[in-house]
């Protein structure tokens, strides 16, 4: 009888399971993870960026796409080439990496972002991630035209062989700690990016840069005093609205990363606002 009664029971739970509702995906989630055009979006960056570096290897750059030590938003400034062997620069965390198994845990519990439970992910979700659509094509023919492929990540050093092995089993590998994969904490303590920009600038040409967020491009970009329309102004106009898809190629992250600021008065202008003379806003 208890035999019975406990069958029942195991019965009875995994039939209200089946029930339970699954937690709604955020938007942001669905569109980069699960749309046809997230997809889409991902393999036209992609396709454009092994085109350009293709073009521009075989007519080698004065300068590199780093920008120098000394530059501002106000006076851009680029590392000159030399005579350095030929390399392009990535992001790895939603640039060639999706992070589906980390994401998956934020939407079924429905948690915001917690550095801790990153580390554990940085540490024991090789398994779980797929590499952004497109990437593994373009990567290849990079390497097959002789270009380094190199990797720039705030992904933290004491996880590099977990990070090099989730790289290497999505299929975007090679990745060598200290080589082609700089991580937080290699050059400079802190996640600020610049310092291994200039140490690969060092090394390397530089002639692409992609990544999902401005500060794959540029610390300048995150500055703290700078406000949510002045990084947009920045990043698109003068110079730098210039490079991109001709240098540095962006990746569309509307999931999380600074992107995801501003309030009313930073996102619509006061000229460009329109109310419906039918009634409904005021």
């Known amino acids: 009888m208890k035999s019975f009664l406990g069958i029942a029971a195991l019965l009875a739970a995994t039939a209200a ?6 937690p709604s995906v955020p938007p942001g989630m669905q569109w980069l993870y699960g749309s046809g055009e997230g997809g889409a979006s991902s393999i ?15 007519h080698r ?38 992070n ?20 554990r992910w940085e540490g024991t979700g090789a398994n779980a991630v797929l590499p952004m659509p497109g990437a593994v094509t373009a990567l290849r023919d990079l390497r097959r035209a002789r270009v380094a492929v190199i990797f720039n990540s705030n992904r933290r050093a004491a996880n590099a062989a977990h990070t090099a092995a989730a790289i290497e089993g999505a299929g975007l590998g090679p990745a060598r700690h200290g080589e082609t994969l700089y991580l937080q904490g290699d050059v400079a303590s802190g996640s600020a990016k ?3 920009r200039a140490a690969i600038g060092e090394r390397y040409c530089v002639i692409a840069m992609a990544g999902d967020q401005l500060g794959d491009f540029s610390d300048l970009f995150n500055a703290r005093s700078l406000s949510v329309p002045d990084r947009r102004r920045f990043a698109a106009t003068g110079r730098f609205a210039g490079m991109w898809g001709n240098g540095w190629f962006m990746l569309s992250n509307p999931v999380y990363g600074p992107s995801l600021r501003g309030n009313f008065d930073d996102v619509f202008p006061v000229d460009r606002r329109w109310n419906d003379p039918q009634g409904g806003n005021d």
């Open 194 to 196: 610049d310092p291994r």
């Open 44 to 58: 036209q960056a992609y396709r454009a960026f092994r085109d350009y570096v293709l073009a521009a290897a075989r």
């Open 100 to 119: 589906l198994g980390y994401e998956y845990d934020e939407a079924l519990g429905g948690r915001s972002y917690d550095q801790e439970r990153w580390n």
């Open 61 to 98: 750059p004065r300068d590199s796409v780093v920008l120098a030590p000394d530059a501002t938003l106000e006076a851009p400034r680029f590392l000159p080439c030399g005579r350095r062997p030929l390399a392009v620069v990535l992001d790895v965390d939603e640039t060639a990496l999706q």
């Open 17 to 22: 399971a089946a029930q339970t509702p699954a």
